[in-house]
C-alpha cells in the first residue's frame, strides 16, 4: 500500500484528476437526467469549477477552463463562449475570495456560490434571451440553481478528500 | 474607508490580472476572449462558419465516445424496468393487436382515397427519407435537441422533418458535414404548425421544455371546444415545411390544450430524417 501510495503514475493522475473530471463532464452533461426526476438537474461543472478554484487553483487552469466551456456550448447547442464566460466569471468570484479570506470558511464559501450561480445564470438567461432570442425555462434555471447550492456539501466532502490525497501525495 | 476601497481595488487587481497558481493567462484575457468568441460566433462569415463546422464535427463525435458509459447505464436502467412491467405490457399490446387489423383496412381504403382526391387536383407528396442514429441525446435543462449521425454528406438541410416511426420528434436545425442537430417538439423554441381533429382547427403547437406541449395562436372560444374531446394534433403543412397529417401527439379530455407528444424523447436510437415537396404536378 505503501509503495502504490508513491507511484509516480498515482501521483500524476491524481494531480490531473479534476482536470479529467471538468472534460468528462463537459463532454458528457454529466446531471443524472437518466434518472428522469422532473425539473431535476443540477450542474456540476460549477461545482467542480468552484471547489478547485477556490482551494487548489493549481490543478484547474483558467485555460482548460475556458476550452471546456466552449465543449460545453457545442454538446448542449448555445451559441459558443457563453458558458466559457460564465464559467470565468466563476473564477473571478473564486479569485476575488481567496485573496479577501485569510482562513476559508465552509459555510461562506457555500453562500458565495449561491449569489455566484445565481448570478453567472442570470447573465446566460440574459444572453440567450435577450441577445440571441433563444427562449430559455426560467423555472428550470432557478431549480437547476437551487439544487446545485444544495449539493455543494456532498461534492465538498468527495472533492476535499481527493483534494488530501493530492497534497499528500505531492508531499510524500 | 478609503483604506476599505483600496483593498478592494488590490483584490479585485490581483484577482483579474495577476497570473499565479501557475495561470499561463489572465483572468482577464481569457474573459475578453470568451466575449469576441460570443460575438464571433453570432456572425456568419464563411471562414466563422467553417471553424464552428469543424469544432461541432470534432466535439460532437468526442462527445459520443465519452457518453458510452452513460448510455449503458441508461440502457440498463431502461431494460430493467422494461422487464418488470412486461407482463402489464403484454396485455396492453393484446389489446392492440385485436384493434389493428381493422385499423388497418380502413387506413388502406382512405389512403386509396386520399391519393384519388390528390391526382384529382394535380396534386403529389414526393419524400425522401434518410434514416440516421442519435448520436448524442442530453437532456438538458436548457435546450431539447439530439445530435444526429448524419449532415449534409448525406444531403441533410435545416429545416428537414425528424420522425420516430410515423410520429414527428422535431426538426433539422443546425447541420454539419457529417452530423446534424435536430430541435426537439419539447424544447421552448420549436412551434409547429398543425391542425387539430377531429374539429380540423388550425393552431400552432409549442413545446414547453417539458414532456408535453401547448397549443398557440387559437381563438379562446375553440380552446373550450377542446375541453370535452380527445383531440389528436397533426402537421397542417402549412409552413411548407412538413407533409400534412404527421401525428405529433394527443390532447386527453380535460387538459386544456396540454400536449402528449406520441414519442418519448429520452428513447429514440434511430430517427428518419425527411423532406418533402407539396403540390407540385406530377
Not at chain 1, 37 to 56: A, E, G, K, P, Q
Not at chain 2, 30 to 52: G, H, M, P, T, Y
Not at chain 2, 121 to 150: G, T
Request: aromatic content about 14%; proline content about 3%; glycine content about 4%.
Amino acid at each position: 500500500m505503501s509503495s502504490l501510495n508513491k507511484s509516480p503514475f498515482l501521483r500524476i493522475f491524481l494531480s490531473y484528476l479534476p482536470l479529467l473530471i471538468l472534460f468528462f463532464s463537459v463532454f458528457n452533461e454529466f446531471d443524472f437526467n437518466y434518472l428522469k426526476l422532473d425539473y431535476f438537474s443540477f450542474n456540476f461543472v460549477h461545482l467542480l469549477i468552484f471547489f478547485w478554484t477556490l482551494r487548489n487553483p493549481e490543478h484547474l487552469g483558467y485555460l482548460a477552463i475556458f476550452f471546456a466551456g466552449i465543449i460545453n456550448d457545442v454538446v448542449i447547442g448555445i451559441p459558443i463562449g457563453i458558458s466559457s464566460f460564465c464559467y470565468l466569471l466563476l473564477c473571478s468570484v473564486t479569485a476575488y475570495i481567496r485573496n479577501i479570506t485569510l482562513s476559508p470558511n465552509f459555510i461562506k464559501d457555500w453562500i458565495s456560490l449561491l449569489f455566484t450561480i445565481l448570478l453567472i445564470n442570470s447573465i446566460q438567461v440574459i444572453i440567450l434571451d435577450l441577445i440571441f432570442l433563444i427562449k430559455v425555462d426560467y423555472m428550470a434555471y432557478l431549480i437547476n440553481s437551487g439544487i446545485t447550492f444544495i449539493f455543494y456539501p456532498i461534492f465538498f466532502i468527495i472533492f476535499n478528500f481527493l483534494n488530501e490525497r493530492i497534497s499528500y501525495q505531492k508531499n510524500d | 474607508m478609503a483604506t476599505g476601497r483600496d483593498d478592494f481595488v488590490i483584490a479585485i487587481r490581483s484577482a483579474f490580472l495577476k497570473k499565479k497558481d501557475k495561470q499561463k493567462f489572465s483572468l482577464l484575457s481569457l474573459i475578453f476572449l470568451s466575449i469576441f468568441v460570443i460575438i464571433l460566433s453570432n456572425f456568419n462569415f464563411k471562414a466563422i462558419k467553417i471553424i464552428k463546422l469543424g469544432i461541432n464535427e470534432v466535439i460532437y463525435r468526442s462527445s459520443y465516445i465519452v457518453s458510452i458509459p452513460e448510455n449503458k447505464i441508461s440502457e440498463i436502467i431502461t431494460k430493467i424496468k422494461l422487464h418488470l412491467y412486461l407482463h402489464e405490457s403484454y396485455k396492453k399490446e393484446l389489446i392492440k393487436i385485436e384493434n389493428t387489423e381493422q385499423i388497418k383496412l380502413l387506413n388502406d381504403f382512405l389512403n386509396a382515397e386520399n391519393k384519388k382526391l390528390r391526382e384529382l387536383i394535380d396534386e403529389s407528396i414526393s419524400s425522401e427519407e434518410i434514416f440516421a442514429k442519435v448520436l448524442i441525446d442530453k437532456e438538458s435543462p436548457y435546450l431539447k435537441s439530439v445530435v444526429l449521425n448524419k449532415g449534409t454528406r448525406d444531403k441533410v438541410k435545416i429545416g428537414m422533418a425528424v420522425i420516430d416511426e410515423v410520429y414527428l420528434v422535431g426538426q433539422i436545425i443546425e447541420v454539419n458535414y457529417t452530423n446534424s442537430r435536430a430541435l426537439l417538439l419539447s424544447d421552448l423554441n420549436s412551434k409547429i404548425p398543425s391542425v387539430l381533429e377531429p374539429d380540423d382547427i388550425q393552431a400552432v403547437v409549442s413545446g414547453t421544455g417539458n414532456n408535453f406541449g401547448i397549443i398557440e395562436h387559437t381563438q379562446d372560444e375553440y380552446k373550450e371546444g377542446l375541453q370535452d374531446n380527445e383531440i389528436i394534433a397533426y402537421t397542417s403543412g402549412l409552413g411548407g415545411l412538413f407533409r400534412p397529417g404527421i401525428p405529433i401527439g394527443k390532447i386527453n379530455k380535460g387538459t386544456a390544450g396540454k400536449i402528449n407528444f406520441f414519442t418519448d424523447f429520452t428513447q429514440l436510437n434511430y430517427v428518419k430524417i425527411v423532406s418533402y415537396k407539396v403540390g407540385e404536378e406530377k
